[in-house]
């Protein structure tokens, strides 16, 4: 297969600092999407994420255990992410995104190939360097059920990342919960609610705000909107957009679906058989797709647009949204149940 096309590294980045406890919530004002770095004159320009040749095989189903091949599930794939930018991951089911999801992570080892975080090897991280990872780079899951302990409240289980990493007072924790329930959308009268009493949209946003708990500089969003309804859908893109204007926050957004990608990426990946067959950005990607399994994918946009989901990142010949005022999008989600 030709090498992928590639003009993803056409922007400036800048190394801001560590970020400070205490500024939760608070942008990362040199890392604004979309806006100048720092300003400092010269000096090295480094992704925040570099992921170099990753190659992660599995075991092959069938066989004899003795003769059984291995399955390539990423094959020498590359890719970066600057900070505050957000890269769209997309490739039909079975592509390879989740792997390289947890191989960023730091979940699953790949056989080869490198994940380089803010100039450190993740695979080689150990003790307090590994948990400071952690802290930094969070994940969002499709179905955050799973993440969140079904007997534990809500709040709590927002809490519980302030808590592993010591962020601030008992007080200071508790306000931050409130906080971080506003910051998603959710009134913060509901922290006291177990998951099961919340709708999914609901609980998307607490994965969210547990998520940002940590004030994390890279997001891995895995499907993260795909168990919603197609109108929690678009309230949840909105929220990921407000959240990349407003702090800053690095994410990965993974997803099958090229029609969901175009609303929240500045640059887009596309992962076929576990091979990266084109990467750039978002508009050059949809607009003009080099690869044919791209083109194959655009035209395969299954459904309306989303209804109610901010204006896409480029003008695409894939959607129209309904584009709602700033006023509109920013207004408590619907999907919030008006007893609380
Ligand atoms: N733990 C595993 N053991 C064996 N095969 C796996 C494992 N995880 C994923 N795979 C296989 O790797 C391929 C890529 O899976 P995945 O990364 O989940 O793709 P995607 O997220 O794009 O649907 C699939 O064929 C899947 O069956
Ligand atoms: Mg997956």
């Not at 007080?171 to 922290?191: C, I, K, S, Y």
């Amino acid at each position: 297969m030709p090498a992928p096309t590639r003009d993803l590294h056409d922007h400036p980045a800048s190394r801001a600092g560590l970020p400070q406890r205490g500024r939760l919530l608070e942008p990362r004002a040199a890392a604004r999407r979309h806006g100048q770095p720092d300003g400092s004159a010269g000096g090295e320009v480094t992704a925040l994420l570099q992921v170099e040749n990753l190659v992660k095989t599995y075991p092959a189903s069938g066989g004899l255990p003795f003769r059984r091949k291995r399955f390539t599930a990423l094959d020498h794939v590359s890719i970066s992410v600057d900070r505050g930018r957000t890269l769209g991951l997309v490739g039909e089911s079975g592509s390879g995104k989740s792997t390289l999801g947890r191989c960023v992570l730091g979940l699953t080892a790949p056989d080869s190939g490198s994940v380089i975080f803010d100039g450190a090897d993740v695979t080689k991280l150990r003790g307090a360097k590994l948990s400071e990872f952690r802290r930094r780079v969070q994940p969002v899951f499709q179905d955050p059920y799973g993440s969140l302990d079904p007997r534990w409240s809500v709040g709590r289980s927002v809490r519980e990342s302030l808590d592993v990493f010591r962020v601030g007072t008992t007080a200071d924790r508790e306000q931050r919960v409130r906080d971080l329930f506003d910051r998603v959308g959710l009134n913060p009268a509901l922290t006291d609610r177990l998951p099961s009493s919340l709708s999914g949209g609901q609980r998307q946003r607490v994965g969210i705000a547990a998520a940002l708990a940590s004030d994390p500089e890279l997001i891995v969003a895995d499907e993260p909107v795909s168990a919603l309804d197609v109108s929690v859908q678009a309230q949840i893109l909105n929220l990921f957009q407000d959240l990349q204007n407003d702090l800053g926050v690095a994410t990965i957004f993974v997803t099958h679906d090229l029609g969901v990608v175009e609303h929240v990426s500045d640059d887009i990946a596309v992962l076929f058989h576990g091979e990266l067959v084109e990467i750039g950005p978002a508009d050059r990607i949809l607009h003009d797709p080099q690869h044919d399994y791209t083109k194959r994918l655009l035209s395969a946009v299954p459904r309306p647009p989303l209804i109610g989901a901010g204006t896409p990142r480029p003008t695409t010949p894939l959607a129209h949204p309904t584009i709602l005022p700033t006023s509109a999008r920013t207004a408590p989600a619907t999907d919030i149940p008006t007893t609380d």
